[in-house]
């Protein structure tokens, strides 16, 4: 006689079975729809998310209960939290992920063979794309309408953490797709907690899964990586980088050191690492870590800059490898552009670095030399998103080199195909 575990692990996994055969049923009409209808969907969508703000907002205030209850961390319960403001920029977002290009269809490329044929690479969609992500709720509508957008169904499982706002948000989405005549089953939200469902989709669903995005802490991304039989898109971890360079001015350095550490610390985008030219330690590092402290950071450090500034701890050699997602920064000095990117090849996890500098030489080494999927130069890390590249809005950011990098936007969800026109051409 099976138990009760076991008995509800094979429903999981007949549920997952029925997902996934109800999204690639969907993904072949999402893959011919009009850029017109798709467009439609998503302004249905939008609209709905505007409609039941209150709806959203209550079943965010029972996961947020459930979290403070379970002991979640502040980052992870700022990550979860929703309030008017957040749940407009859902709603701004799946706006401007509509009015974004359609790039089903796209000639990438075209060219003539000496024989005649005319061949194109054109853009298509994936197919079936799953999302496995933990406590933001709003990776929910990110993730459905960038999919839509792009001609993919899409199976979301979002973290125990954050069911009932998932799947608030998730109603509405369906909202959006059967309005504009598509059939709603094109996204689907998985809607238990048990982890074997992320088994299940890991395993591929029986063929109905084309790739998967993880958007979690290191040990689901590196439980993804592992065990998965699709191909994935992913980054294992945030550790970003701010470095300032002799040349930087002193008011700009304050400024960007606080907003990439201290704007939102919970998101991969937050910068976990200061460096600072040697140069300039005498002038720029008190007054950064000294705006970082007043800001409620802890800043970790090494024996150079502690002799300068009293208030940093020690920093440990697992420091540099760590992403905080909290208000704590690790903070070194280095010599000159050189020293800071042998650090970030050293110890990056390839996600974002910035440097702070004037001088256009060092900015160029910099960007030439360190092997990062995002580079910015007097910008703060904060910027590593894909509503700010204008995508939208962005399902991940993926570090690896196969496919896609950097934020995965509309585009990142397409592969392609090539068509090839003769005329009665035979290969001899």
């Not at 959203?56 to 029972?62: C, E, F, H, P, R």
């Not at 701004?92 to 005319?118: C, K, M, Q, S």
Request: overall charge negative.
């Amino acid at each position: 006689m099976l138990n009760v575990t076991e008995n509800a692990a094979l429903d999981t996994i007949a549920l997952m079975a029925e997902i996934g055969r109800k999204a690639r049923a969907a993904a072949r009409p999402l893959a011919i729809a009009s850029a017109e209808r798709k467009h439609a969907a998503l302004v249905a969508m939008a609209s709905a998310i505007t409609r039941r703000e209150q709806q959203i907002l209550d079943a965010n205030a029972l996961d947020r209960a459930n979290g403070e209850e379970a002991g979640l961390s502040s980052a992870m319960l700022d990550r979860l939290k929703l309030n008017g403001q957040r749940i407009r920029a859902i709603a701004d977002g799946i706006r401007a992920i509509a009015e974004l290009r359609d790039p089903v269809g796209d000639v990438i490329a075209e060219w003539d063979r000496p024989n005649g044929l005319h061949i194109e690479r054109v853009r298509t969609p994936l197919g079936v794309v799953g999302v496995i992500y933990e406590s933001r709720p709003n990776v929910t509508a990110d993730a459905g309408a960038l999919c839509l957008k792009a001609g993919n169904a899409v199976i979301l499982r979002g973290g125990s953490d954050s069911l009932n706002s998932s799947g608030a948000i998730h109603a509405c989405l369906v909202e959006g797709l059967e309005a504009a005549g598509l059939p709603g089953d094109a996204i689907q939200l998985v809607p238990v907690s048990d982890r074997a469902a992320v088994g299940e989709m890991l395993k591929g669903l029986g063929g109905n899964l084309d790739v998967i995005i993880p958007r979690g802490g290191r040990s689901l991304v590196e439980r993804v990586q592992r065990e998965a039989r699709v191909p994935v898109f992913a980054h294992l971890e945030g550790i970003c980088h701010l470095y300032i360079d002799k040349s930087a001015g002193q008011d700009m350095a304050v400024k960007l050191a606080v907003n990439a550490k201290m704007r939102r610390t919970g998101i991969c985008g937050a910068a976990e690492t200061l460096l600072v030219d040697r140069a300039v330690a005498s002038t720029h590092l008190t007054p950064v870590l000294t705006a970082l402290r007043d800001a409620g950071c802890t800043i970790r450090a090494d024996e150079e800059v502690q002799a300068i500034f009293a208030d940093a701890e020690p920093a440990t050699e697992e420091d540099w490898r760590t992403e905080y997602l909290d208000a704590i920064i690790s903070a070194k000095l280095v010599d000159g552009v050189a020293g800071a990117i042998g650090h970030i090849e050293t110890y990056s996890s390839h996600h974002t670095e910035a440097i702070v500098a004037e001088d256009a030489a060092a900015v160029e080494k910099f960007f030439n030399e360190i092997d990062s999927a995002i580079l910015l130069h007097n910008a703060s890390t904060q910027f590593a998103d894909g509503g700010e590249f204008g995508m939208g809005a962005e399902i991940g950011i993926a570090t690896g080199k196969m496919h896609a990098r950097g934020p995965v936007g509309v585009e990142q969800l397409t592969s392609f195909k090539y068509r090839v026109r003769g005329s009665g051409q035979v290969r001899p």
